[in-house]
T-cell receptor, first 113, second 116 residues
Framework: AQTVTQSQPEMSVQEAETVTLSCTYD???????LFWYKQPPSRQMILVIR??????QNATENRFSVNFQKAAKSFSLKISDSQLGDAAMYFCANKPGNTPLVFGKGTRLSVIA | DAGVIQSPRHEVTEMGQEVTLRCKPI?????LFWYRQTMMRGLELLIYFNNNVPIDDSGMPEDRFSAKMPNASFSTLKIQPSEPRDSAVYFC??????????????FGPGTRLTVL
């Protein structure tokens, strides 16, 4: 079975500081994609960043970057220079092969002014 | 493009009533997904369609749940009869499954269902 585990139900960070959200996954597929989605209070699911498993280079999108450790099946999200608008639920997701996305339970991030 | 459209945005109903949630995927997208989100279980995939054909409905919790996709631009998720434990946010999502690379999956705004 494909699983995604987010071990931190809640995290907090000071504005302008850096925070890292953890994610581990389990898949038997060799070809897969990994994602981080953001869900603000509006409920809208917003894609933050994605990583192709065959790429060794970690993906980066402005203040968001990932640390992809394929052997350890780890995919953490780093948010630099945190802003108040970053406060949200963050979901890690895995798409193994041709199957649909599998989501973790989420991490609620609070940003303290 | 208006994105994935869901209606209604909020639904409050009484136990035993039939509930129909609606979704219009992004034009040109040929995969459609229905998810349910609760505090306890997180985001669960209920069913997904490729080219209007249901591919996997193993996530549908009970026979009370049914989903249809009569054409490429419309899908429904029906609960009959509804129960209080069905209260959740229901998301529809769509993506284009063409090409060799993975295409982004876009989510609708969700329908918050409350069953009293």
């Amino acid at each position: 079975a494909q699983t995604v585990t987010q071990s931190q139900p809640e995290m907090s960070v000071q504005e302008a500081e850096t925070v890292t959200l953890s994610c581990t996954y389990d898949t038997s597929e060799s070809d897969y994609y990994l994602f981080w989605y953001k869900q603000p209070p509006s409920r809208q699911m917003i894609l933050v960043i994605r990583q192709e498993a065959y790429k060794q280079q970690n993906a980066t999108e402005n203040r968001f970057s990932v640390n992809f450790q394929k052997a350890a099946k780890s995919f953490s999200l780093k948010i630099s220079d945190s802003q108040l608008g970053d406060a949200a639920m963050y979901f890690c997701a895995n798409k193994p092969g041709n199957t649909p996305l599998v989501f973790g339970k989420g991490t609620r991030l609070s940003v303290i002014a | 493009d208006a994105g994935v459209i869901q209606s209604p945005r909020h639904e409050v109903t009484e136990m035993g009533q039939e509930v129909t949630l609606r979704c219009k995927p992004i034009s040109g997208h040929n995969s459609l997904f229905w998810y349910r989100q609760t505090m306890m279980r997180g985001l669960e995939l209920l069913i997904y369609f490729n080219n209007n054909v249901p591919i996997d409905d193993s996530g549908m919790p009970e026979d009370r749940f049914s989903a249809k996709m009569p054409n490429a631009s419309f899908s429904t998720l029906k609960i009959q009869p509804s129960e209080p434990r069905d209260s959740a946010v229901y998301f529809c999502a769509s993506r284009s499954a063409t090409g060799n690379s993975y295409n982004e999956q876009f989510f609708g705004p969700g329908t918050r269902l409350t069953v009293l």
